[in-house]
């Protein structure tokens, strides 16, 4: 992934948003800027597309990200993926997943504080995003074993995370 080649040393950037806008717009990837506080945009990934969101809150000083699945999550099945959810958090550093419970939809979220004139750098953003497509990319697998394979979420965990061993 190439971010920090977007940015440009000679601006300051007071909302962090435009840098991102910036970032997104080198890599190529389809975003929708959709306000000066909000940008969405899709990113490829291995198993599915991804969706990224960024808000911009000035008054708190924070900025959201969100990395949606493209995987919506039935009603019936929403019990075990809350308990994923508990299993899967407490296997991160950074960040958490949740459930936009409105959509059914899994993601991962993290939210950035910047009071007092801190900003993000394009190298911040760019681990960011890469945090979260390969902790989406890695947990993938446990959330279609629970909602497709009928598997329980310390089984589903088990089995998405099996280092292989060796080389083919």
Known sequence: MTLTAAYQDDESFTNPVDLVEQIVSANDWA????????????????WCNYSLYF?????????????????????????PIWELLAIVNEKLWLGHFGLWDEEGVPMFRHTSLLRGGVSLSPEQIEDLVDLAITECERFYPAFQFVIWGGKSATDAVAASLLDTVGEA
């Open 31 to 46: 975003f929708d800027r959709r306000n000066d506080e909000e940008l969405a945009a899709e990113i490829p990934g291995k």
């Open 55 to 79: 808000a911009w809150r000035e008054d708190m000083g924070a900025m959201h990200f969100t990395c949606a699945f493209d995987m919506k999550v039935p009603v019936a099945k929403r019990g």
